[in-house]
């Protein structure tokens, strides 16, 4: 494992630093599909790096590229021809957003219809009702504004006087809510808050309201997907649980805007019995999170995404969406 990982990482350093090589390894995995994953697209600075919420100067960059260079396809497009055996063009590439940002409708859309680049975006349909981020981010922002000079996680003592202490007490905060349970986890970050003084979340993190979506969704280039009902990761939910989340999130898109076929697993993590789940519930296909590109006879419920975050170059983003 050390070997492989250090050998990804002498990869990544001769693909950023060498064009033609990049473009060498471009061609060679031409045949496999780039399933890309965003979160939110940003226009103003935030107090505390977040890897999920890029500038939209940034996305921008990476979207010109893209086009220029790739074939960029609805995932619903390539789901269907992944299931049918049909060929795809070489340099398929699919642009997925996670949890339903207000940002994706105000500043990646645009973008987007400059392209002409298709996307999906995967909505956990407990958090339209009231536009408010999904549960990681107002953690995210809890830490990130707080008033307070440090706080106590799992028992240590983190400062809180600098972006850097606070990125690194957010990490921390999250290992260990992450490994909880659903109840379990509400508890302790409901703990945290009071720690914090926590006020309301950051409205750079607030999620598209059902108007929005249907307004969102009415675009030729858009297509909406589940990110399961409350965004709990469904490992650590019971069967029930993991059952419920599936099929009321499916239930709900398909009231409010007509469909739902593919699914995003909230935080990517999922098991054999919700795969199955998934399938009986009637989705068509569901992606994960692990940093891989997709290859064609991969199961449909185990997609693979590559993760894309701010603050990259876009040399490095050409080497990323390489599986790297």
């Known amino acids: 494992m050390k070997f492989h990982r250090a050998f990804a990482r002498g990869t990544r350093y001769l693909l950023a630093r060498n064009a033609g090589l990049c473009r060498t390894y471009r061609r060679a995995k031409r045949r496999r599909i780039a399933i890309l994953m965003y979160h939110g697209v940003t226009d103003q600075p935030l107090p505390v790096y977040n890897w999920c919420h890029m500038p939209v100067r940034e996305f921008a960059e990476q979207m010109a590229f893209l086009a220029a260079t790739y074939r960029p396809l609805p995932l619903s497009e390539v789901v269907q021809r992944l299931a049918a055996g049909s060929p795809l063009p070489d340099l398929t590439a699919c642009v997925t957003f996670d949890d339903g940002f207000r940002s994706n409708l105000t500043n990646a859309l645009p973008v987007l219809k400059q392209h002409g ?36 996680v799992g028992g240590k003592t983190f400062p809180l006087a600098s972006a850097a202490d606070r990125l690194t007490a957010y990490y921390a905060l999250m290992r260990v809510l992450k490994a909880l349970p659903p109840a379990e986890r509400e508890a302790e970050q409901v703990s945290a808050f009071r720690q914090l003084g926590a006020e309301p979340a950051d ?20 297509r909406i997907g589940s990110h399961a009902h409350t965004h709990e990761i469904l490992t650590s939910c019971t069967p029930e649980r993991q059952r419920d989340e599936l099929a009321r999130s499916r239930n709900i898109l398909r009231e ?11 935080n990517g993590d999922h098991s054999q019995d919700i795969r199955r789940i998934s399938r009986e519930l009637g989705y068509l296909a569901a992606v994960t999170t692990r940093h891989r590109l997709v290859s064609p006879g991969d199961d449909l419920f185990a997609l693979d995404r590559l993760g894309i975050g701010a603050g990259w170059p876009l040399r490095n983003f050409e080497v990323k969406i390489l599986g790297y």
């Open 203 to 222: 409205p750079v993190f607030a999620t598209m309201t059902w108007p929005e979506l249907a307004e969102f969704a009415r675009n030729d280039l858009v």
């Open 117 to 152: 680049i298709p996307c999906t975006v995967f909505v956990s349909t407990a958090l339209p009702d009231t536009g408010q981020p999904p549960w990681p981010e107002q953690v995210f922002s809890a830490v990130a504004h707080s008033n307070q000079l440090s706080m106590v």
């Open 256 to 266: 409010k805007l007509g469909y739902c076929d593919v699914l995003a697993y909230p």
